[in-house]
């Protein structure tokens, strides 16, 4: 799979060949589907609570006589039935919301991501990213250059100035290869890779 290997300014320059086996797969939409899910329900925190009628703060009293009101006889406030009553089955902090993807599916769902963002223009090779400062302006005025407004880069190494310099920018994401998730490499428009962090991908999703 030849990919296009890009210039300081964006363009062109040449083609690179890259592995088969992570940049030329069949498009699985079921698979990138279920791992991008996956990966979006494993970053959940069960951290919302509710009350069963038990913990709801209510007066145990009886509210009116049991016969001769008309209304449905009631024993207590507290019923789930009734407004500001307690839930049937609440929502409990511990609940868990992991889901499980086997190795061999994650990286059949990476490379799949890898290769259609390939065919679609979407992914491109540049030879390195290196600034001399950790200036946020220097590497905008860098991704500006080279005409990239939603980016995420796979660098083979993220210094400490690579790092500082790009945090700050909200449509900006650098990440060594092992970082690399299925959700920003569909959000991104665009995926550059260099040319030292080709060989670890292949190495992990090969």
């Known amino acids: 799979m030849q990919l296009e290997l890009l210039n300081e300014q964006g363009q062109a320059a040449s083609k690179f060949d890259a592995p088969e086996t992570v940049f030329g797969r069949e498009y699985n939409e079921a698979l990138v589907h279920q791992i991008v899910v996956a990966f979006q329900a494993n970053a959940r925190q069960g951290t919302r609570a509710q009350k069963d009628r038990e ?22 406030t507290s019923s789930p039935l009734w407004r500001g009553g307690g839930r ?24 799949s991501i890898f290769s259609q963002l390939a065919r679609d223009g ?9 600034i001399d400062s950790p200036k946020t302006k220097q590497l905008a005025a860098k991704f500006k250059a080279m005409n990239l407004e939603s980016v995420m880069v796979i660098a083979d190494e993220v210094d400490e100035n690579l790092y500082l ?18 959700l920003s490499l569909v959000h991104y428009k665009k995926v550059l890779v260099t040319k030292g962090a080709i060989d670890k991908l292949k190495e992990m999703f090969a």
């Open 55 to 76: 913990q709801v703060k209510h007066s145990t009293k009886k509210p009116f006589r049991q016969k001769g009101t008309g209304r449905a006889r009631a024993g207590m």
């Open 122 to 130: 979407r992914l491109a090779v540049v030879d390195s990213l290196k």
């Open 165 to 182: 310099a790009s945090r700050n920018l909200p449509n900006v994401l650098i990440v060594e290869p092992r970082y690399a998730d299925p």
């Open 88 to 111: 049937i089955f609440p929502n409990s902090p511990e609940e868990n919301f992991t889901q499980k993807i086997n190795k061999k599916m994650y990286r059949a769902g990476m490379a």
